[in-house]
């Protein structure tokens, strides 16, 4: 009881600068460094020769030696940067123990003053210790149920079913145990006491002596207490957002509700990854403050001023922290425009993300190919819509899927017997409703607008006719001159409209729209990726194209069970008409069942 109030003390004295500290440290972290790795890691792709990576070429890929280069210096930085946050959490809570209040500035500056002795020899070793201390402190987080990337099957059961493998892993797993056992205490001493890492390990041991296996114990207790807040959390969070969703159910739309609660679990998982570490290692300080008590060991608290800061010294922290937050912004700023342009879609296998396409935007209760049915698709959460262009007898690109405007129009004419103007006041919705009777054919290059006003990508399939003149030049034209390149994919049925394409514009994104697929469909060049109708898409042709890089969409996928076989088959894109219905399977194949069943649970009370 006295250690949990202890516990409560430390975490509570200094909170604020705490949550201050880990909070800018680790967004301007994110937000800088994040887009400066995927930065180089695509000229290190590029430089190695390779356009994608897949388990054919993976290894051949991480053996080049400008990978292997790379790689080491990635680590270097997630290690000096993981260092620097442990050493000063460790400050702020040794603030905490002697009850004296510590400022953000005097963190950063001892920090800074223990950071610079890791570079001597005596110190290498504490590289070591924090590559495998790093998943140990976030087990709480770690190891939860939430998590969008696995590990593939076989390799799993590779390992399972090899007992010497086993057996290796087990052992492993338990040497790291007795080491982090043994050295717990090591960084408390190094920063401290002034200890080389050496020193501060031999230390450490004499403090654990006789205590090893229960202060891993308790540490191990006290991550399981940390998952479980969490996960009460998360049930709690997901159970009003749920009850709100019922009782207004006018105000908060069925069809976002997966995106909501997705969004609350990024968030919930976002600040237990913030709070994880300090917690750890507040109950480690605990246990060395308590264990140094029990050796009548004298405690060594570090020496700071708490008062206020000299003119030169405040104006160095602002300008600081301004060139901080400078930084954070134009990283975070290049990150969501190229998140946002598609750059960094990494095809890579079993890191790839499975995305949502309307067909034709929300056509199953709007009017297909209108800016109603596009504006639908987009609050219902679509990543894509997909839609058709054709050309009409003054060539004007117009959305509209068939020939002849009899089905959604009335009129009884073919698209390349009427002008742009002929089409603008016809009624394109009273078909599916006399509601939508203000619905009207519109231009893509007015498409092409509202996708750039509300970052949401486009796959334009071209629907030749015969009829036309200079189809694929007068798409690949507004393209470009609308900077749309890298937000839309363009697709076709007709082979040669993507040769024509590629010819025009060789960095235009392509797809093959296929009803039936057979072969080494990989070997046509002009084919970035493959739209196949989803009952000839079987496991031998998603593997066949994912290992030469080749995306695949599958059309037009609406019932549960056909979209659960796309899930399951590993497709990239599920074209549909029931956006909801596929974003709720993908929701769920990305998470625990017991969340799923959590929420059917919920469903039912109501």
Known sequence: MQNLKKFYQLLKFNFWTLIAFESSFKLASFFIFTPLFL??????LHLTGFQYLTLENIFQFIFN???LLTLVILLFCILAYTIFDIIAIIIILDASASQKTIKLFEVFRLTAKRYTTIIRPGNLALAFFVLFLIPFLNFGIASSFISSIKIPEFILDFIFQTPLLLTLLCLFITGLVILLARWLYALHYFVLYNLSFNQSRRQSLILGKHHHLKDILILLGLQFAIFLIFFAVVMLGIFIII????IFANLILKSILISIIGLFLMISILIFSVLSVPISYAGISVLFYHHQQELQQPPRHLHFSSAPLEPHLQHLLKLSLSSLVLLAIIGGSVLNYHLYRGDYNFNIEYLRTLEITAHRGASLNYPENTMLAFTAAKAEGANWIELDVQQTSDGKLVVLHDHNLVRTTGMRQNIWQTTYTDLQNLDAGSFLSPEFKDARIPLLEEVISWAKRNTIKLNIELKPHGHETNLEQSVTNLIQTTNFTNSCVVS??????LENLKNLNPNLQTVYVMSI???DLYTLPAADSFSIEARNITPRLVN???DHGKDIYAWTVNSSENIQRMIDLGVDNII???VPLAKQLVFASKNS????????FINNLF
Do not use: C, R, W
Request: proline share 3%.
């Open 243 to 246: 009850s709100l969703d019922k």
């Open 492 to 497: 076709s049925q007709y082979y040669h409209v």
């Open 65 to 67: 030696p400008l990978t």
């Open 39 to 44: 930065k180089i890691f695509d000229f290190v």
């Open 576 to 578: 549909t008409d029931d």
């Open 517 to 519: 697929a057979y072969g």
């Open 593 to 600: 069942n017991f969340i799923n069943e959590y929420i059917k």
């Open 544 to 546: 066949s194209l994912h």
